[in-house]
């Protein structure tokens, strides 16, 4: 029988009520009294010199509060970049300003120029169109090896280059690398796109300023994954208003896959033009403008090489990698293509020496940073294709081939600086066999051959990296933040409890499922617990979420705040009872003496906490309200395996989805129908990646697929019925969860396998075909049977 | 700026409005109905969707003076008043059919809208229907389930889990 409460059961979540109905209260449902609307004058030129911005007829227009260019943001700061690579020379990564508003020079088609705040949003639009702009158009840098290539045109004026870093991993490790290759019996090569996306959350992001000039305190309400990441940056780099004069408000927030994580330039607008103007400032995204001032995801181009010996056996992996940065560092940027790609290049396999670079390139393109997966899918599609390959060319069955190589003794330390704590990959391979009916592939295939179509079966596996830490760690990699995450547990006289957590839900259910492990830890029923989360005034400083860390690393540190209110309740529970606090128990809200029939409630216990009349003044203070900051000793490492069907169209190339199947270990769960729609979700995406999405630009730097008229979301009849399995548990051994997270996996694990069916369909047809680049759209797919 | 009158979940409402005004600003701002969510600019994605005399519409794509005298459902009108959810919402919440909840309004006006026309679809049939509404964070699975259960199909025997 399934649980009804507590870990591991699936109660409906409480979240929903109000979704259901339309009262949400989502960023752009927030109007305060007085406030003016904001229209930001973006750039229609990829690449030019800024040499004048006439506002005089704009200022004239009905409406207009005032008008803001760059000059009005001469001597505030720039918006920072949270992480600091150090290349393979050990110089630290070029990092040029990224101003609010563009100074002297515009990087890409959507750079804010000037910004209108009036009455109405109409208004504002109006005005914004009556600016007259002075711009000498310059080159647009587009592509990264041009970009890169002697005498290319500058992105930024003041860097040397428009290279980033060169980043070496293991760079001690390059000449054996080498000498492996030389001596390996096969070697398998593969050059690939990691293609350009665009993150779209349904919710466009949206930004309230608000000023208190009684106070001095400032508001910012705004469509983020982390509030307290947002108040760090903008205070203390941009704006410079300490955090006690700064609230930051993330409220409902309609998903974020990523794009919401970064502090962008509207935020600190909206934030510094309410003061300015002193009433409150809002800001909504059109779909149009989100396009061009999101920070997109993926965009690597990548050479791998897998070297095997005779056996079969990996022995060295090599990989050249260009990575796309944009125009600016946007917040995590530089840390994608590094630290959370190259570290997780063994993937689920004992190759021994690891050799990673990357390029990482500045161009006339929207800033790119973290999308869903952010760094491991890269680093899974390029692996997971390359080995399907090399299975192609050696003729040995692609299952096999991953088997034979898979890590099978934990703690394995792998060659890229990481340690894997748990896993069993055979486990998930073989759950995978059942539950995708490998068996009856042959005969589906032959059912699609009748029909006329090409069937393919791909198969892969993905490890992930989750709640990246520990914090000492991650400095030395060149984070400028700490990666804990934090907790505050208040428990009421009347025994109830509120959990003020600082990470963020954004769709992941936190406000259903955290009290799910409170329920169970102290055995009371889960509708006696209350998550508070989103807002800076009323949280503990937290990281947020992202990177599949809200369970592992939040859900943590309220385990551990937790822990200490039970240890302080049983203090008080000993006293009642007149009994050794070491004899005490707390089983379904009960506290009980060993061996007796001595018994009283957790409520008479939390009441007594507060009204401490009968009570051991002496040895503890009254109230119960614990924080604990978590900051984990490793990472987690989800894992599992994949088996992707599709039937290919011979005559159009069209690739249709006609079986999908996941098989993962995220070690312990919570809430296993959350955990089951995180992996719809994330498959959606990744599939959405392999058959359907792609952020085009054209040579001048104009974004052409800006709409979703051009880019290609995935629709509900592109997708199939997904078959998830999280049976396979090994938990994680260094949190007191034993979970290991499970946003991303889906992302990660899905674009290889769609990949390897259609390479297989395509081969099964006598096409000479070894790999299409994503997305698998019908004219690729076409021309590449083509020949 | 004229005034703008129709009746919205069985109450008279009215307002002011340009001759641009579409209905879903009405809507929201007008009305203060932030139920319907507006997530793009070019009719895309369905967050705004509301009926229109009984017909679904994407209120992003109709004027709100084009409403005036009509009879106009939101998704704030579609629980009892005592707050218990309809057969569509319910479903939604039994197969979390939603995450983030930013689509799910338009979710369930155009499920409601299939299932006036069609009262039991095919798995097909229904994704199809929801051609026009976009969800990026269910891929789409338990939306489809949900609403088969709410057409009374039996939504279990359905793969996965």
Known sequence: MPKDSGIGASPKRREDARFLTGTGNYTDDINLNGQAYVHFLRSDMAHGKLNGVDTSIAAEMPGVVRIFTGVDFEGVGGIPCGWQVTDRHGEVMQEPAHPVLAQGKVRHVGEAIAAVVAETPDQARNAAEAIELDIEELPAVVDMKAALAEGSTKVHDDLTSNLCYDWGFVEENKGAVDEAFANAAHVTTLELVNNRLVANPMEPRVAVGDFNRATGDSTLYTTSQNPHVIRLLMGAFVLGIP???????????????????????????????????NRPVKWTSSRSEAFVSDAHGRDHVTKIELALDAANNFTALRTDTHANMGAYLSTFAPSVPTWLHGTLMAGNYRTPLIYVNVKAVFTNTVPVDAYRGAGRPEATFQLERVIDKAARELGVDPIALRRQNFITEFPYATPVAVEYDTGDYNATMDKLEEI????????????????????????????????IAPSNLVGQLGARAGLYESATVRVNATGGLVVMTGSHSHGQGHETSFPQVIAEMIGIDESMVE?????????????????SRSLAVGGSAMVRATEKIIAKTKKIAAHLMEAAEADIELKDGQFSVAGTDKSVAWGDVT????????????????????????????????????????EVDPDTGKVSIERFAAADDFGNIVNPMIVDGQVHGGLGQGIGQ????????????????????????????????????????????????????????????????????????????????????????PSRVWAAMQG | MTKVSMTVNGKAASGEAEGRTLLSSFLREELGLTGTHVGCDTSQCGACVVHVNGVAVKSCTMLAAEAEGAEVATIEGQAAPDGTLNVIQQAFQDHHGLQCGFCTPGMVMSAAALLKDNPKPSEQEIREYLEGNLCRCTGYHNIVKAILAASGQDASAIAAE
Not at chain 1, 700 to 719: H, K, N
Not at chain 1, 743 to 756: F, K, L, W
Not at chain 1, 761 to 774: E, P, R, Y
């Open chain 1, 607 to 646: 009441l007594a906490a507060y009204v401490p009349h009968n009570y051991p003044l002496e040895e503890i203070e009254p109230g119960l309200e614990e924080t604990a900051f978590y900051d984990p000793a490793n990472f987690t490492y989800p894992a599992g395996a994949y088996a992707c069907e599709v």
């Open chain 1, 436 to 467: 995708a009916d490998l068996a009856g592939f042959a005969a589906r295939r032959a059912e699609s051959e009748a029909k006329g179509k090409l069937r393919g079966l791909g198969v892969n596996c993905y490890i992930e990296a989750c709640g």
């Open chain 1, 531 to 547: 998550i508070v989360h989103g807002d800076t005034a009323n949280t503990p400083m937290g990281m947020g979420t992202y990177g």
């Open chain 1, 690 to 777: 392999a058959l359907l999405e792609a952020a085009v630009y054209n040579d001048d730097g104009q974004l052409l697929s800006a709409s979703f008229m051009d880019y290609a979301m995935p629709r509900a009849d592109d997708l199939p019925f997904y078959q998830v399995d999280h049976s396979c548990q090994t938990p994680c051994t260094h949190n007191p969860l034993g979970v290991k997270g499970c946003g991303e996996a889906g992302a990660i694990g899905s674009p290889p396998a769609v990949v390897n069916a259609v390479v297989d369909a395509l081969q099964s047809a006598g096409k000479d075909v070894t790999h299409v680049d994503m997305p698998l759209s």
């Open chain 1, 243 to 277: 955090e006690h004069k700064l609230r930051v408000i993330a409220p409902d927030v309609g998903g974020g896959f990523g794009s919401k994580i970064f502090h962008y330039a509207e935020e600190a607008f909206c934030t510094f033009a309410a003061k300015a103007v």
